[in-house]
């Protein structure tokens, strides 16, 4: 069973990101985190298979996260879900070498448009 | 700098928020037509766009309402209480969805501050209106409006 970690400060959208993913068909195992440096310490405890990082949260942004995992020589996949889904966050999050970026609002669909993909 | 925002850009967004995440089916929102009532017991959530262009974009319903919709959005039923906590939450995050779109509206997209909710509305003296659009949400109005912050 694939392992995710679902980041975001807001606990009613981390709820709604967990509903849809199964929503979408996926039955992972899920853990949360309520900002990036909650994220940080579980993947130093126990790196999940995937993320799936908020990308504006108090302290430790998603990209501060994704940064500072590579930094520390973990490779874990991960995807944004956020609101801010211009070209520009999107090319940001690219270069950055995040997974895939999700905007909310999303549907189980655009979870299963950038996901499959990826488990293919 | 100067920047316009659609009423009809925020409206297709407040559609896509509700069809997508509030409701889960098109077609439960439409425009309020008539004139934006006195709030009774009105609760606002905001938040800030800092870049080249700055800005507030708020959301304004009743406390029922944003009941309603942090019911909605947790999936709780209708007779089931909403702590203040989760009103926060969940109304928060309806003003940062609609403030992360509206972002990604604009020609540079700069940075966005985290969702503020408060039952006073905010003071922003100086500012000016960009755009204001009133939602009818099952009979429920709701006020979405894009201020200019000098």
């Not at chain 1, 504006?56 to 430790?60: H, L, Q």
């Not at chain 2, 509030?22 to 439960?28: F, K």
């Given at each position: 069973m694939i392992r995710v970690l679902v980041a975001d400060d807001s606990r009613v959208m981390r709820q709604i990101v967990i509903r849809t993913l199964r929503q979408a068909g996926y039955d992972w195992d899920v853990r949360e985190a309520a900002d990036g440096a909650q994220a940080l310490d579980a993947v130093r405890a126990d790196e999940p298979d995937v993320i799936l990082s908020d990308w504006?949260?108090?302290?430790?942004t998603g990209m501060d996260l994704l940064r500072r995992l590579r930094q520390e020589g973990f490779d874990t996949p991960l995807g944004f879900v956020t609101s801010e889904g211009s070209p520009e966050m999107r090319a940001l999050a690219e270069r950055e070498g995040a997974l895939f970026l999700i905007a909310k609002p999303f549907t189980p669909e655009a979870f299963r448009e950038v996901i499959d993909p990826v488990l293919a | 700098m100067t920047t316009m925002i659609a009423g009809d850009d925020v409206y297709a967004i407040a559609e896509d928020l509700f069809a997508a995440?509030?409701?889960?089916?098109?077609?439960?929102v439409r425009p309020w037509t008539l004139p934006l009532p006195d709030w009774t017991d009105p609760v606002h959530a905001w938040v800030d766009l800092h870049g080249d262009w700055s800005g507030r974009a708020v959301v304004t319903t009743e406390r029922a309402t944003a009941d309603d919709l942090a019911r909605a959005l947790l999936g709780l039923p209708a007779e089931e209480a909403v702590s203040e906590e989760d009103l926060q939450d969940a109304f928060g995050e309806v003003a940062n969805v609609v403030g992360g779109n509206v972002k990604s509206l604009l020609p540079r997209t700069g940075t966005m501050g985290l969702p503020q909710v408060a039952s006073v509305a905010p003071l922003l003296p100086g500012s000016a209106l960009v755009t204001q659009v009133l939602l009818d949400w099952g009979g429920r109005v709701l006020e979405l409006t894009v201020r200019d912050v000098p």
């Open positions: 504006n949260m108090p302290g430790m | 995440m509030v409701d889960g089916e098109p077609g439960t």
